[in-house]
């Protein structure tokens, strides 16, 4: 077992590619003596908000006293991000002991059928391995990339499933109109479950939804964001927010995170309703008040500059930072430090962050779908025209962030475009 890298088992090249559809998740979790019937699931599919809505959910349950696991991806830190319990990291040597007996059947699978599992397909079936040798009440699951093919979806139908903001991301798979993307994360929906939905902007992805649950026969919930009265963060860095009537805290501190919190409260109001014990004090509210989702409009030093590391990485993330920015520090611009993936709309994500930008340094993230640093200032130039803005490159994140400490001195420094980048911008930060 000392021998055994489960990690590097898992990210194996070879099998990293995305290849849609439930027949080999099938086939492995039914050698495995599937473990995830012995589970009861939320599911959450979305564009944007996915993330923070599972922690607000997953923080409430274990406020409740449910064993509560928790799937999301990717990680920021560390491997082990991605499987919780009661937020809790999957220990390194349960890590270790569940890869290996999902590495038997994965690879007497691909001997007798010639395919072997792709990496989330053996992620998925390690989480839900290991949430059932955990022996959880609920798992909060993450759907990977869409819904429908994805290989969380191979689960009976959920309590709950919950639907956040859509928008425009992975077009070349999962569709390039929002009404696609719609019908792929619908494909979540099943009989028998509870639906809780964003109310979309876009009134066709909105009747998707609506469609599909109406077929499944399911109640849909879509929380009213008219009901949701936001206050400004107190000196403690805690914002405050009515929902329904009712007052809650949060530390996540994004000008959005009240609208994620109040769509996680729809979700577990669906689950009270189906006879979940959960009270609104102190569950609901400590569960939301103890929500930690790290690399989301994270301020990562309040001294000067204040830097703040944000893992928005498509033009709606960057509409939400944008938006944060103006709410948190009104009047003030930023140094950005960006970084992006090549396939991602850059283009529109500098135009969200333009008018509030003193200056860009711009690095290259590490990942192979990544965008090179000087291309990406390239493209901030053209966007910029002749606007008198800084624009810089960097040969890595310690660097960029001494440039930017560099520009800006006592004002804002802003690091954001990549998920991906989030670790190696704190590594560099700390360093």
């Not at 599911?43 to 996915?50: D, E």
């Not at 989330?120 to 798992?139: G, K, N, P, Q």
């Not at 939301?288 to 033009?315: C, L, T, Y």
């Amino acid at each position: 077992m000392a021998e055994f890298d489960p990690i590097a088992y898992i990210n194996e090249p070879r099998w990293q590619q995305v290849r849609p559809g439930l027949e080999r998740i099938r086939n492995l979790l039914e050698r495995m003596g599937n473990p995830q019937d012995r589970l009861n699931f939320v599911h959450v599919a979305g564009t944007n908000g996915k993330g923070s809505t599972c922690v607000y959910i997953a923080s409430m349950l274990t406020a409740a006293g449910y064993r509560t696991g928790m799937f999301t991806s990717p990680y920021i830190i560390q491997f082990e991000e991605r499987i919780r319990v009661d937020g809790e990291n999957i220990p390194y040597d349960d890590l270790c002991d569940v890869t290996s007996f999902v590495r038997q059947h994965a690879e007497a699978m691909a001997t007798e059928t010639g395919e072997h599992p792709t990496e989330f397909e053996l992620m998925t079936a390690v989480a839900f391995e290991y949430f059932a040798r955990s022996e959880c009440d609920i798992v909060v699951c993450e759907v990977g990339l869409g819904g429908r093919l994805d290989s969380t979806n191979i689960i009976s139908a959920p309590e709950v499933c919950v639907i956040t903001r859509l928008g425009l991301d992975h077009t070349g798979m999962l569709g390039d109109t929002i009404e696609a993307i719609a019908h792929e994360k619908a494909g979540i929906i099943k009989p028998g479950s509870t639906v809780v939905a964003w109310p979309q902007d876009d009134e066709a992805a909105m009747r998707v939804i609506r469609e599909k649950a109406e077929s499944c026969e399911c109640e849909l919930v879509v929380p009213d964001f008219d009901a949701l009265l936001v206050s400004a963060i107190d000196e403690n860095g805690v914002r405050a927010f009515r929902y329904d009537g009712r007052a809650f805290f949060t530390r996540l501190l994004a000008s959005y995170q009240p609208y994620n919190a109040a769509l996680a409260i729809e979700a577990v109001e669906a689950l009270r309703c189906r006879g979940w014990e959960i009270s609104y004090k102190p569950d609901m509210t400590g569960g939301i008040f103890q929500a930690s989702w790290p690399g989301r409009f994270e301020v990562v030093s309040s001294q000067r500059p204040v830097i703040i590391v944000d893992g928005g990485h498509n033009p709606q993330g960057a509409h939400a930072l944008a938006d944060s920015l103006r709410d948190v520090f009104p009047g003030q611009k930023a140094t950005f430090v960006m970084s992006v993936l090549a396939d991602k709309d850059y283009t529109a994500m500098i135009e969200e962050v333009l008018p509030l930008a003193s200056a860009f340094v711009c690095a290259t993230p590490p990942n192979p779908r990544a965008l090179a640093a000087a291309d990406l200032a390239e493209a901030i130039r053209e966007q910029a025209g002749d606007a008198d803005l800084a624009i810089e490159v960097a040969g890595g994140f310690p660097e960029a962030i001494e440039k930017a400490r560099h520009i800006a001195s006592q004002g804002i420094i802003c690091a954001f475009g990549s998920l991906y980048s989030v670790a190696d911008i704190k590594q560099a930060l700390q360093e």
